[in-house]
Structures are given as structure tokens and as C-alpha cells.
């Protein structure tokens, strides 16, 4: 954890000395001993690890030490040699301090002798850190922790912890924000729920937390006495008043949101307020981050974790990599311009090239019922017969009235009666016509198969006995060989259709077989089932299977010409987006 009056000490050390390139202050942690920086003057990460690996071999072997001459570098045009001290509270090393310097004779033993000088002011700081931080500062940390933990929700966790920093500090308003694609966006305010009526306020808090964010440091406006950017600070204080410290919050060393304290009037913050700040900041920070996540959308994380793949993959500027991800795109759109087989799927069924329905001939009452369903019938096969006994009596019937006009015919033409003669030849006449009618119903009492073919539809073996009308559906008869595809394709997909154009046909029986056909024809009318409209296209089977039979169904695909995969995959939202511009216009 950074210590803001050490890092003081040492930028003013390395500013007005003469000969010091920079420097570094490292101190142990009471708990476990690891040596850690507290201030840090370096101006690159090369010159860091040297000056860290200097102090802590000083540390570690309790005496002053002074490196070799190094050749002239990135860090200096001149030859330099670093010089460490360890730092003691007693006789206990608390930490080390390390400076790099200009290689000459003088340079080294005059800022050894400053370090001896400044040696035991600099430990008495570092000695015991938990002296300088009291109970109360300790209890109001582990109440805002409390506070972010007790809440189900981001949002009032947030909320709560804002208000509860605000009461601890002092202050008029703290705001806390997130990074959201490369903006910070106020997500809690201190005792205010209303996000509308103060959407310019939050703007500019906002706008303040990029500037602390993108600098990585503690920005305090108006006394900030470090040279900072701070335009976005300025501004918001121009307009509302008082003073503005904004804090990043950092985890795993990316800063993912910042912390923002408002005070007005003419009272700043102290260099006491802005460390203790600090401190929350860096303690509570990870877990708002962790309870942020934990409530973000499975899309949003998604994003969140490419975002990061990326900045991983060109963090270190490799070419290879960059190289590697832009060729891969070019590769894939160069793959998705490239024309393919485009093929065009639609729902298909199996249907008898013939399909040929038997009605009833005559009204009357169903007697027996000899097939159902799936069963194979040969041409003059008997297949449904109606109950005969009504018919039966009434041709007797009629046999008797015959016969009693005969008898007349025949007294009257013995009698010479010519009048009744001429009657009763009518009334047998008339009698022979009824008789030949009812002959004729009975004999069409009994269905016969008109070919050989299979029984599609009708199962008549629940009805035996029910009255039946003439001209109803008895039976639907299919020949057993000889099939026609009908593929019901969208209207969408029609004008990609050709007649004699090849296709797949997969039926939902036999899914491991594929069967190939033509189209044949297409119907020129559109049908509407199901919400949507389609045409009938029939296709002529190559090869039919014993196994087929009329009512299966399954999925055909159609060839087409070729187009790219662009194309093929995002045609259907094109033409929608080109329907719905074109009936706004309208």
C-alpha cells in the first residue's frame, strides 16, 4: 500500500538532489514480513525491479549496500551504480530505502549520508503503521464492509455504503461509479435516489472519475499539489462549489470504477482524510467489484470476459499475435464471401401418387368393416358391406306387388276388359322399375377395392352398426408402389426454386437413410396453414424404399444456387429490414 508522505519525501529528495536518477522505499508488512513499496520514483519498470531488488537485499543482509557500476541506459545517458540502507525501528529492520545514482565518486557518499541522516525519521514512519490508524478508523472500515455485505442487491449495498462514507467522512455527497465500454457511470450517490432530475450532475461526476481512472492516481481539486490533469474536476467544482476528491478503485491492478468524495465550502481535504480514503477504497474496492459481477447479465459478463481476452492478447504488443487475430479475420471473411451450395429446407410429406376416396353409395347401417389403416387390398376385394335385411323385405315386397298385377293383366285379358287390362300392365311396369332400383342399391351394398393398393385412412371398426349417409368418407386408398413428395416451401424461399432441381428428402421413420428426388412441379397457388403461407412443391422420388408409406414426414432440402454463408445466414433479416423501411415509406 502506497504511503503518500514517503512518496513526498522521496519525489522532493529525487527532484532537488543532484546525481540522483530515482529512488525507492520498501517496507515489511508486521504480519507475515514480505517486503512491499511504499513510494516508488522510477520511470520504468526495469529501473523498479532493480531499485526493489537492491533494497530488499539490503534488508535482508542489515547493512548498507552499493551495487556496481551499470552501463549507461534507457534510465540515464551516463553510467550509474545504485546505493541501499536498511531502515530500523531499534534493532528490528522495519524496511530499506534505495537510490540510483550517477556513477561518480562524490554522488554515493553524499546521499549515503543523507539516508543515515533521514534513516531514523523515515523508520520511526514506517515502524508501526497500526499506531497511526486508530480504533475508531478500524471499526468504521469493518462497518461499511458490513454494510456491503448485509444487502441482497448491488444496488443497495452500494447505496448504503456511499451513505455510511459520507456520514463517516464528513463529507456532503459520496458517488461511486463503474467503468461500462470505457465510460465511468455513476451507479450510487450518497442520500439521493432520484437519478433524472440530477442526470447533468451525475454527467460530470462521471466525466471526474475518467479523469482519475485514465491518470491512475488520487485526484483533489482545488488542492491537489501534484501535477495533475484535473479539467473535469475544475470544471464540476466551477459550477457547484466547494472541493472534489476522486479515488480509482483498483483490482488485480486494472481499475474497474472510482470513488468520488464532495465537500462544500471553503474546507479542503487533508492529506489525513485523502490516505484514509485511500485506505477504504483499496479494502472495499474488490468487493463492490465482486458483488458488481455477481448481479451483471450472462451477456454482459460474457463481454466483460472477451474484453479482458483482448486486452491480454495486445497487452505485451506482440506482432505474432496481432498477426495471428488479423489474418484469422481476414481468413473467415474471405470464407463468408465465398459462394457455397445453398440449399433450401422445408417440411415434407409422403403422399400416394393416387389417392382415391370411397364414399358411401347408399344411406343405410354399417354391418361389417374388413380393413383398417396400413393393411394392403387387391382390385374386386370386398372391403365394407351394409346391413341388407331392409332391402331384402322390401324386394319381396315389391315381388309381391308384381305378382298381383300380373295376375289382373291377366283376368282382364280373359275378360276382353280392355281398361283394366292397359292399368294393371302400368302398375307391373311401374313395380318392375322399383324392383330393378332396389336390386341395384343391393348390390351396391357391398364396397369393393377399385385397385390394389394400401388403406391410408379410415378405420371403420368402432362404426359396425352406425347409421351411415350417403356420399360420406368411408375409406382413402393409395396404390402400395407409387408415391409423390409434396414439400411445403415458404414463401419466403419460392422464388429460389427451379423445376428439375435436385434434392434431400429425410424422413422422420428413417432418420439414418437419405433419399434423393427432382421437383417436378410447383403449384402456382400459395397456401396458408399455421400461421404462415407456402406452396406446394411436388418432387418425384429416385428410389423408394419397401419400408415407405403415404403419410410419413420429415425435412427436404432443395439445391439452389450458390451463395455466400453471409448471405445465406442473414438474407432473412435483410429482406425483413428491406419490408418494414419500405412500409414506413409508404
Not at 543532484?18 to 515489511?28: H, I, K, P
Amino acid at each position: 500500500m502506497r504511503n503518500s508522505s514517503m512518496q513526498e519525501w522521496l519525489d522532493d529528495y529525487c527532484g532537488t538532489s543532484e546525481g540522483v536518477v530515482g529512488g525507492a522505499v520498501m517496507v515489511s508488512n508486521p504480519d507475515d514480513g514480505a517486503l512491499a513499496v511504499v513510494a516508488e520514483n522510477t520511470s520504468s519498470l526495469t529501473q523498479s525491479e532493480e531499485l526493489s531488488a537492491a533494497a530488499r537485499a539490503s534488508f535482508e543482509a542489515g547493512v548498507p549496500h552499493l551495487s556496481d557500476v551499470n552501463e549507461p541506459g534507457t534510465n540515464s545517458e551516463e553510467p550509474t551504480q545504485v546505493v541501499s540502507l536498511p531502515l530500523r525501528d531499534g534493532d528490528e529492520p522495519v524496511g530499506a530505502v534505495a537510490l540510483e545514482l550517477h556513477a561518480d565518486s562524490t554522488s554515493a557518499s553524499i546521499a549515503l549520508a543523507d539516508l543515515e541522516q533521514a534513516a531514523s525519521a523515515i523508520s520511526e514512519a514506517l515502524a508501526s503503521p497500526k499506531a497511526t490508524q486508530s480504533e475508531g478508523e478500524s471499526s468504521v472500515l469493518l462497518g461499511l464492509q458490513a454494510t456491503i455485505l448485509d444487502h441482497e442487491h448491488f444496488d443497495e449495498a452500494a447505496t448504503a455504503f456511499v451513505t455510511g462514507m459520507a456520514s463517516a467522512f464528513q463529507v456532503d455527497r459520496v458517488a461511486i461509479g463503474f467503468l461500462e465500454q470505457r465510460y465511468t457511470s455513476v451507479c450510487a450517490v450518497s442520500r439521493s435516489a432520484d437519478f433524472h432530475s440530477k442526470a447533468e450532475l451525475f454527467r460530470a461526476l462521471g466525466e471526474a472519475m475518467d479523469e482519475a481512472i485514465e491518470q491512475g492516481v488520487t485526484i483533489c481539486f482545488p488542492d491537489n499539489l501534484k501535477p495533475r490533469i484535473t479539467t473535469a474536476h475544475a470544471e464540476f467544482v466551477r459550477k457547484n462549489a466547494g472541493s472534489l476528491c476522486t479515488i480509482p478503485l483498483v483490482s488485480r491492478g486494472h481499475a474497474f470504477g472510482a470513488l468520488t468524495l464532495e465537500r462544500s465550502g471553503t474546507i479542503s481535504f487533508s492529506e489525513d482524510e485523502i490516505v484514509r480514503a485511500e485506505n477504504v477504497a483499496c479494502i472495499v474496492g474488490p468487493i463492490l467489484e465482486l458483488r458488481h459481477k455477481q448481479e451483471q447479465p450472462w451477456h454482459g459478463q460474457i463481454v466483460q470476459m472477451a474484453r479482458k481476452l483482448g486486452a491480454k492478447l495486445f497487452s505485451n504488443g506482440h506482432w505474432q499475435t496481432k498477426a495471428a487475430v488479423y489474418g484469422s479475420a481476414v481468413v473467415l471473411m474471405a470464407l463468408l464471401l465465398i459462394p457455397v451450395e445453398h440449399w433450401v429446407g422445408s417440411p415434407a410429406r409422403i403422399e400416394g401418387s393416387i389417392q382415391r376416396s370411397l364414399a358411401a353409395p347408399v344411406d343405410g347401417f354399417l354391418k361389417a368393416a374388413y380393413v383398417k389403416p396400413g393393411d394392403l387390398v387387391t382390385a374386386g376385394q370386398v372391403i365394407v358391406e351394409f346391413a341388407e335385411q331392409d332391402l331384402q323385405l322390401e324386394i319381396r315386397q315389391r315381388q309381391s306387388e308384381l305378382a298381383q298385377h300380373e295376375n289382373t293383366y291377366s283376368a282382364a285379358l280373359v275378360r276382353a276388359d280392355r281398361t283394366q287390362f292397359v292399368i294393371a300392365q302400368a302398375k307391373s311396369d311401374e313395380v318392375r322399375a322399383q324392383l330393378g332400383l332396389l336390386e341395384q342399391r343391393l348390390s351396391r351394398s357391398r364396397v369393393l377395392a377399385p385397385f390394389d393398393a394400401i388403406v391410408i385412412e379410415g378405420d371403420l371398426s368402432q362404426s359396425i352398426g352406425a347409421p351411415i349417409e350417403k356420399g360420406e368418407v368411408l375409406l382413402t386408398l393409395a396404390p402400395a408402389d407409387q408415391f409423390r413428395l409434396i414439400v411445403d416451401v415458404d414463401e419466403r424461399d419460392i422464388a429460389n426454386i427451379r423445376v428439375d432441381e435436385d434434392g434431400v428428402l429425410a424422413l422422420a421413420a428413417l432418420p439414418n437413410e437419405t433419399l434423393s428426388f427432382e421437383v417436378e412441379r410447383i403449384t402456382p397457388v400459395a397456401n396458408n396453414r399455421d400461421g404462415r403461407n407456402f406452396f406446394e412443391v411436388e418432387g418425384k422420388l429416385n428410389n423408394v424404399p419397401a419400408s415407405m408409406r403415404p403419410g410419413l414426414q420429415g425435412v427436404a432440402k432443395i439445391r439452389s444456387m450458390d451463395r455466400s454463408l453471409m448471405w445465406i445466414w442473414t438474407h432473412r433479416f435483410v429482406d425483413w429490414m428491406r419490408i418494414a423501411f419500405w412500409s414506413i415509406g409508404a
